[in-house]
DNA sequence: CGCAGTCATGACAGCGCAGTCATAAGCCGG
DNA sequence: CCGGCTTATGACTGCGCTGTCATGACTGCG
């Protein structure tokens, strides 16, 4: 009367029914599930063939309280759409398939309560094994934070928001771009290049200003205001029509893609030409940035390496405590030169 | 000698921890922390003081093993930083945040080898109370997956791509709203419209393709040939230096903004102009739709409201197993009219 | 005042694994 | 041919929580 597993047949098998059927012990099963050595070749087929049989998946739950690892990375996202973001979390998706661990994802809204730490925490609280943070923006409450986080950490794209314990860097120095970037309309000749910048509470928008700053220092031309954006294309219109008041621009470095293209349909508006009368360079290299009009000049980032990269460090993190950080090798970034941007006059 | 925990410094609290500490029994701790009914406010209070100053927190693996909940869902996504796919993510991941659950998320890249079997596998393997599937493409794989799928599943944006048992769809008809858009086009006084689809493996495609379709044949028009992209705007590019051998083609719908702006590009490069020549009507209103030259007619999806519809529905089904789905309420779509479309000649 | 019913709490077991240690078998060299 | 090694396996225990049940205190009511 008894069925085979003695265990209703809703019920999940367990290690021990594949071990029964395999007639081996449960430790076995085990060992055989975790890839462990001493394990014959022929005990290793029978286990696996058992658990196949019976469909056997093993409980996660109770590995990760038995082991005390979960095998997975918790992303902290700005919960956005942005394309820059949004191609750094699907960079991260992509990475973190290759190691083997799970992505557990929490996203912080800006202007939200809790902010950064209260999503590192409820990560914390899922027990993941190491955290990755996208794009921080400033915020308080880093220093606080700091103390409850007890896994290693990797920061993407920006200087790490606090200074915790096991906190790594990966990704790339966006500044550099920025300046590369505004050197480029130096060299086309325009006398000095506005800026377009994205919110300042983002690392990445304060990077690539201080990059555009640089760029212009070092050539010893004047600063002009900057505009400040909301890195969205409706900003960047808004920016657009303020810039229309200053007759001697010729050329402007938006912080992205989206608000070079409200900036140039601002332009257009206005009717300034682009590039004849002012040349437009942006950042990220949206997949419409090529086919917009005109085709725009900007910064493609690098995001899968970036990730690839990072998670490489993180995961070194993670299973050597106590190492030294691996170096982390900066991905390359280039800029592509398109219709938007062109010597002045 | 014995510090007061008995254990090394370095370990993590225990809720027994808490109960010495509080002066009350692991259990009650376990009851105040899950806002069980029969604590008394006093013994709550002490609870929690005693929690907050161990920075107690509980350990979800024993908690899921204990209860064999794990308090999760997964969620499937593409890969792709496509507008429409990341802002649905972002949706379910805000609409998550709600229910109090936790978001695990895996993707399938296209023409990967597990694909969503794979990635839904993975998912259960991770032990999740529920999946969502957002945008599904077509493959096969699905008849043997859904016998092993014993959680809910809530399918995004599509009809369901396997019939597993607890599916249900949430999300809207996109279809209807891609008829609608053609409907635009025809009542401006166009005599067909023209079509750029995105790839036919997405059912939002198919969706679309068909509502394009059955728009034609309510008014009896004629079907020009179909021009199907990649969702992308090189791939609309490329079909549009296709559709400019037609001399009578005077409106196209096609099945993204992105693919739009590559046609607008192609189109201006033919010397047709938008919208005097050719109208061009795109669908998901991306961020830089309305700031495009000329800004571009599109259909706004309300991915929040998708996110939230479904995950209620799916949550619904997680707690009340069993019971029948929830019915779910088409969220509102729209029509935005901006300047790339309007009336021939 | 006594009994049933509510409320508040604790003791205990067990969830399904992995870690530790014990054990047995094979293998080698002196 | 025996002591010491490597290899292969199992018994047992415990990870930290939740579920079940028992227990006692307190309540109301006939």
Redesign the pocket.
Known sequence: MTPVAGRGTG??????D??RLA?????????V??D?????????RRVLAAAGELG????N???A?????TRSIGVVTLGTALYGPASLLMGVERAVRDTGYALRVVNTMEGESAGIAGAVDSLLDQGVDGIVISEPIDEEGGAELSARVDVPVLVLGAPPPFAAPHVVTGGIVSGQMARAATEHLLELGHTTVHHLAGPQRWYSARDRLEGWRAALADHGRAEPPVVEGDWSAASGYAAGRELLADPALTAVFAANDDMAIGLMRALAEGGRRVPEDVSVVGFDDTPVAAYVTPPLTTVRQPFDAMAQGGLKLLVHAIENPGSDPLPMADPPVELVVRASSAAPR
Request: proline share 5%; net charge positive; no cysteine.
């Open positions: 019920a999940a098998p367990r290690s021990v594949v071990a007639g081996v012990s449960q430790k076995t099963v085990s060992r599930m975790n462990e050595p001493y394990v014959s070749e022929d005990v290793r056997y998946r093993s409980n739950a109770a590995r309280l038995a082991s005390g690892r």
